[in-house]
């Protein structure tokens, strides 16, 4: 209520002032100065009057001077009361022409920032699918960092064992030169002496006495007999000429036979017709790893028996060399440094090499077997056992 009648007494102070000023502004002979007008309009403004306030005071001022001076308003006056109320209004339109300035202004702010609030979330949604697409990126590379270490970790590995391995076949085949050699001195080398001594003897006594002279030629054909022998026998251990002039069949039936006679292991030989139609590198391939298979028995399995069972399956055939010897840890020796492990490895890498598997299982009381599969044609992959 005081709020309201304070602003009441100001509007009425306001009218009596307007309507003072404009009396004064009528009365003026020259041309009255627009600064009364103006301040009234200033006053009004501070008020909180619009145009159409202002306009009605201007009128109930008019009103009231034409009935206390009836006659004396003129059209010339009215007119010029008419500029002192353009004049009045000027502090108020100018503000109202800053405010719809400053109203265009703000909506055009208004809009640049609604533009640049629209491409500032698209910048943010772009922004964040690069993240995430960034943090993808990241999670890929530290798992391609972690999978290339890794197979680099096992190049390293694969590299060492393959100069060990280098170094052990190395070894293995000097070993295998020694004996060779050994043997070749020891006993073709010491039979072929003893030959020629009995030659010797032979021509020294056919001019002297011929009592005798058959039992020795006899025993000199024996000597002479075994060292052929034992130059077969090193030729069949080094490249059987059976298995290129015969096939495979017969030379695994000389080679058990011959195993059977040396180290009297039972060993039970089953084959198939067919497997004649393998091409040569992979009938030798069979030969070979029944051959290692069979020698390892006799070195370190202590077997009775032995069965070597060569079997025909759909698109492979199948060799199973099994004893009832000793078993032993096959990943422990396959691990070992020494050359007890090169046997195994050149078995599985010549069953590899024309596209077959390899596989070996030991157990106590169940002795070794030794199982390797090869495809029928060349480029498949002999699967499984």
């Known amino acids: 209520m005081n709020s309201a009648a304070t602003m009441e007494r100001k509007l009425t102070g306001l009218s009596r002032r307007y309507q003072a000023a404009l009396r004064s502004h009528l009365q003026q002979v020259r041309r009255a100065s627009p600064e009364p007008a103006r301040s009234l309009g200033r006053r009004a403004l501070a008020l909180g009057l619009e145009t159409l306030?202002?306009?009605?005071?201007?009128?109930?001022?008019l009103m009231a001077l034409t009935a206390s001076c009836p006659g004396r308003i003129r059209p010339p006056a009215t007119k010029r009361a008419a500029g002192f109320f353009a004049e009045a209004i000027t502090p108020i339109e100018k503000t109202h022409l800053t405010v719809r300035d400053a109203n265009a202004r703000l909506n055009e702010m208004i809009e640049t920032l609604s533009r640049?609030?629209?491409d500032l979330a698209a910048s943010n949604r772009q922004l964040r699918r690069e993240i995430v697409q960034r943090r993808r990126v990241e999670k890929a590379l530290r798992k391609s960092e972690q999978h290339y270490s890794r197979l680099l970790a096992r190049s390293q590995q694969l590299?060492?064992?393959?100069r060990h391995l280098s170094r052990q076949l190395l070894l293995a085949q000097e070993e295998e030169r020694k004996k060779i050699s050994r043997e070749l001195h020891d006993e073709i080398a010491q039979t072929l002496t003893g030959i020629n001594v009995q030659l010797a003897d032979l021509k020294g006594?056919?001019?002297v006495n011929t009592a005798g002279l058959q039992q020795r030629i006899t025993h000199t054909q024996r000597l002479v007999e075994r060292s052929v022998d034992i130059v077969h026998r090193f030729a069949r251990e080094l490249r059987p000429t059976m298995l290129d002039d015969l096939g495979l069949i017969p030379a695994l039936h000389s080679f058990v036979k011959s195993l059977a006679d040396r180290t009297g292991i039972?060993?039970?030989?089953?084959?198939f017709a067919a497997v004649e139609k393998l091409d040569n590198a992979k009938r030798t391939v069979l030969y070979r790893v029944a051959q290692e298979a069979l020698t390892n028995v006799a070195k370190h399995a202590h077997a009775s028996q032995a069965t070597v069972n060569l079997q025909k399956l759909?698109?492979?055939?199948?060799?199973?060399?099994?004893?009832?010897?000793?078993?032993?840890r096959v990943q422990q020796v396959l691990r070992a440094r020494g050359n007890n492990r090169l046997g195994l490895l050149g078995m599985r890498e010549r069953v590899e090499m024309v596209g077959g598997r390899f596989s070996v299982e030991s157990a106590p009381g169940r002795g070794t077997t030794v199982r390797a599969r090869i495809p029928l044609r060349n480029g498949e992959r002999g699967a499984g056992r």
């Open 314 to 328: 759909p698109g492979a055939v199948r060799l199973e060399i099994a004893d009832n010897g000793k078993s032993f």
């Open 116 to 118: 640049r609030s629209v």
């Open 205 to 207: 006594a056919s001019t």
């Open 266 to 271: 039972r060993v039970r030989l089953t084959v």
């Open 53 to 61: 306030d202002l306009a009605r005071l201007h009128e109930r001022a």
């Open 159 to 162: 590299q060492d064992q393959l």
